[in-house]
């Protein structure tokens, strides 16, 4: 077994075995390096001698550093004594504790005392299973970057004295919206990313939905849980068709709906129903938006007053600039250019988005339909100088040029 093969295995298996270390040990930084110097090892010796169970043996070896480590903790005497009479064996795992101990992860994992940024990071290391260079590449950050939020990140775990357990039923739904929006930036940086040459960081998208499914899995009773994978799926459906071959993006209206990935709409579709069970809230709500455009067989025939509606509930149950932007987007195809153009007006009058090539961007598609072309031509030059992502400002510019 080689380099790949432990990569694969820990890909599927990290978050298990942190999970079961940080049960036993109570010390959630000291299962993560643990769990990383199983890897280490198995680097080393995987090639030389091929394990019959690669997740048993992981999970023996990192249990072994563990207890290790705290065997150098005199303070923690105790505890070495208990973890070392408790026997190591091939398949240290409790299956009927599992599903709860990865969940308890990801609650940990995004736990409000942490940063955004360290959430993102702390998550898709020891939930998602990434190295530190693999997440510095998808987020176009240097590696000590990562690596100092994923430290601080546990450092500040440790200080707050963060228990590795579920919350309080009473505070899981609320502490649920935290993980679901640290899935979400994942989601969303891979499918529009930030910033850099590519439009599109599919491997970074495909793990926010990864993450996705543990949770509808582990919480199959939360309505939001299936929207956000419902939205994360009809999103994804849409990425073999939104770029060309030399990677420039290639718009909605002109996208070849037949190489949309038909599979994803309907599991897309499948988890909508799920979150519809109980009315949907802001996650299902986006994704009853990106069905509407998933079933329809093209821009025209879609179906705009009804996407005009579910954005006008959106704004009302999770109301943001971006979300009154994308509402005015709606309602300049289904009812005309200059009833949204009034919107963004407004948008700007109350300075909801400043910095944002977003509303130049709309400002000048609604000013081009209007005919106002020199105007529409220094938006779309303007949302060009404030994007940050190159393959999205070379289509600005072709746009603005297009304008004479």
């Not at 499918?191 to 509808?216: C, F, H, K, N, Q």
């Not at 199959?220 to 993006?249: I, M, Y």
């Not at 809230?281 to 705009?304: C, F, K, M, N, R």
């Not at 932007?325 to 700007?348: F, H, K, R, T």
């Amino acid at each position: 077994m080689g380099t790949a093969d432990v990569e694969a295995v820990w890909r599927i298996e990290s978050a298990r075995i942190v999970a079961a270390l940080t049960r036993f040990t109570g010390d959630f930084g000291l299962a993560e390096d643990a769990a990383q110097e199983a890897v280490a090892e198995a680097l080393v010796s995987w090639p030389l001698t091929s394990p019959a169970n690669p997740a048993g043996w992981l999970m023996a070896t990192a249990r072994r550093r563990a207890i290790d480590a705290i065997r150098r903790r005199t303070a923690l005497h105790d505890r070495y004594t208990l973890l070392a009479a408790d026997p190591v064996v091939d398949e240290d795992i409790d299956p009927d504790r599992i599903d709860d101990d990865i969940l308890a992860l990801m609650f940990v994992s995004c736990h409000p005392v942490l940063s955004p940024e360290a959430r993102v990071a702390l998550t898709l290391r020891v939930v998602g299973g990434l190295s530190t260079e693999q997440i510095a590449r998808a987020f176009l950050v240097p590696v000590p970057t990562v690596q100092a939020r994923i430290t601080r990140a546990k450092k500040t775990i440790a200080a707050a004295g963060v228990p590795f357990e579920l919350p309080p039923a009473g505070e899981r739904r609320e502490r649920l919206g935290g993980v679901l929006s640290v899935v979400y930036v994942i989601f969303t940086e891979g499918s529009t990313a930030t910033s850099g040459d590519r439009l599109l960081r599919p491997g970074v998208a495909y793990e926010a939905i990864r993450l996705a499914r543990t949770l509808a899995a582990l919480q199959p009773d939360e309505p939001e849980v299936h929207g956000l994978l419902a939205l994360c799926e009809l999103t994804a459906a849409r990425f073999p068709a939104r770029t060309g071959p030399d990677g420039s993006p290639i718009l909605l209206a002109d996208q070849d709906r037949r190489r949309w990935d038909f599979s994803a709409v309907r599991r897309g579709l499948a988890a909508l129903a799920k979150a519809s069970a109980r009315g949907l809230g802001p996650y299902g709500l986006q994704a009853a938006i990106a069905a509407a455009h998933a079933s329809a067989p093209s821009v025209e025939a879609t179906d705009w007053d009804r996407i005009v509606v579910l954005y006008e509930a959106l704004g009302r149950v999770a109301p943001s600039p971006v979300v009154e932007l994308n509402w005015a987007v709606a309602v300049a195809m289904a009812s005309g250019p200059a009833q949204a153009l009034a919107m963004v007006d407004e948008l700007i009058a109350l300075d909801r988005l400043p910095g944002s090539h977003l509303v130049p961007t709309v400002r000048g598609e609604l000013l081009a339909r209007l005919g106002r072309r020199p105007e529409a031509r220094a938006e779309l030059e303007l949302a060009a100088r404030l994007c940050t992502n190159q393959r999205e400002r070379s289509v600005l510019l072709r746009k603005a040029a297009a304008l004479g």
